[in-house]
């Protein structure tokens, strides 16, 4: 039988899921053991054991100066600037997606400009963000809002220009208006689209948002990473690496579950 | 005056020419079948009978109005695919044909109800009330095309244009629709342009069958002449004109 139709049972299959997980987990557990073997004070790979302690005392202990608990305090303003960022990207990205794929006159004017834009590196820019911005939240805000929103506008003004057009010629004949036809048949076909297209920028949203924190911030998970780098404190960085990981899964999988729940029309095909 | 004129008309892409000197008159409540091989233009000139496209040259008028410049409510159509909003269930897709009009698109309150309930009717005039809620991704070929003829009579366009509506349809569920569409149009009375692939379909629900070819053929550039209609049958009556007695007196009728 060939490889390609051979199919893994369910048991085999989470086994396989989880094999690679484990896997990483077990190397991690050897390469410390060895290294705390010949060092115990070795700081770069610090045991299991030790990163559970570090993670309790991070979850739960507050701050002795400032008397709050950082760890949560940090989630919050993070995804506070990811979620306005993000927001206003995807607005931005859809408006013009939409203005783009249907209106020729905006598409003519736009599409290049947005082609060229695309191309420039966000971080180059952050500089110049730091100078026009200032170092508060504005301009961390405006480095997920510039890194991701040519990406969004691009990939929704080619989704809205691939609705057929004998829908948009349907929709012509029976009297609708150009608005009327960016309302009700491109704005609901491209929406699973942008939740698709905000999911695909997650990534480089976090991305730009860890860059930002990590040069000028006095908040936020990517501030404490780069804090701690100085002591060396690895249990501390792979515990906020594993919870940014964590909460960006998360995130992706809430997005792929609400395009299921509010586009049920798309069926099998998200 | 006919309902349908069409005079002169050419249409070439980048000066090569697809249409050449077409003249057609349809009456109203005609039933037109265009049928020719690939690439002759049929679909072409349905384009520009939905005015999709421009004419290069030449206009067409529907009941002597000024040719139009965009698709609008006066002209109905059903393509082959992708002739309904995926995104809407049935019953939204046959008020779309009423609810588009409309500042947003929308109707509210008792228009709604009201919207409802003659797409309900509609439903069930189509055979599709028992799917009402479904989207049309989960019907099947012939009932997304039911649907799609549906939508475009809610609008009541004067003329239906049908571009290979059953092309991607299987043998036995076309013959359905064969029925389906002539039910309708017994109904309505309606003037439509069909575009079709297949002769017998053509002859079985046309009074007319026009048949797109190019009369002119330059064996060393293909592409130099364009196509123009080189037969207009009647099709009325099996294809076989005259067989009505028209005379009152002196004739013996057969029994």
Known sequence: MRLINRRPGRVLTAFLAALPFVLVMLAYMVGSDIRLAENPSDKLMPAPAQIAATAERLLTEPDRRSGRILFWYDTAVSLKRLAIGVGLAASTGLIFGLLIGLLPHIRATFSGFVAVISMVPPLALLPILFIVFGLGELSKVVLIVIGITPFLIRDLSQRTLEIPREQIVKAETLGASTFTIALRVALPQVLPRLIQSVRLSLGPAWLFLIAAEAIASDLGLGYRIFLVRRYLAMDVILTYVIWITLLAFMIDWALKVLARRAFPWTGASL | ?255
Request: net charge negative; aromatic share 8%; with cysteine.
């Open chain 2, 1 to 255: 005056m006919s309902f349908v004129t069409v005079r002169d008309l050419f249409q070439s892409y980048g000066g090569r020419p697809i249409l050449e000197r077409i003249n057609l008159e349809v009456e109203e409540g005609e039933f037109v079948s265009i049928v020719g091989a690939s690439g002759c233009g049929k679909s072409t000139f349905l384009r520009l009978l939905l005015a999709e496209e421009q004419p290069s040259r030449g206009d067409i008028r529907i009941a002597g109005a000024e040719p139009a410049r965009e698709p609008g409510r006066e002209r109905g159509v059903v393509f082959q695919r992708y002739s309904v909003f995926p995104h809407m269930t049935v019953r939204e897709n046959i008020v779309a044909g009423d609810s588009f009009t409309r500042p947003l698109g929308r109707f509210f309150g008792a228009a709604r109800r009201a919207a409802l309930r003659r797409a309900d009717e509609t439903l069930a005039r189509i055979g599709l009330a028992h799917v009402a809620d479904a989207y049309p991704a989960t019907l099947s070929g012939g009932m997304q095309q039911r649907l799609a003829i549906g939508q475009a009579l809610t609008a009541r366009p004067r003329i239906l244009l049908l571009d290979e509506p059953f092309g991607a349809l299987d043998p036995g569920t076309r013959l359905s629709m064969h029925d389906f569409l002539t039910e309708l149009r017994a109904q309505t009375g309606m003037t439509v342009f069909m575009v079709t692939h297949d002769l017998e379909e053509g002859f079985k629900l046309g009074d007319r069958v026009i048949v797109f070819d190019k009369p002119r053929w330059d064996p060393t550039d293909p592409e130099a002449y364009g196509a123009t209609i080189t037969y207009d049958f009647d099709a009325r009556n099996g294809g076989i004109p005259f067989q009505t007695i028209k005379e009152e007196t002196h004739v013996l009728r057969p029994a």
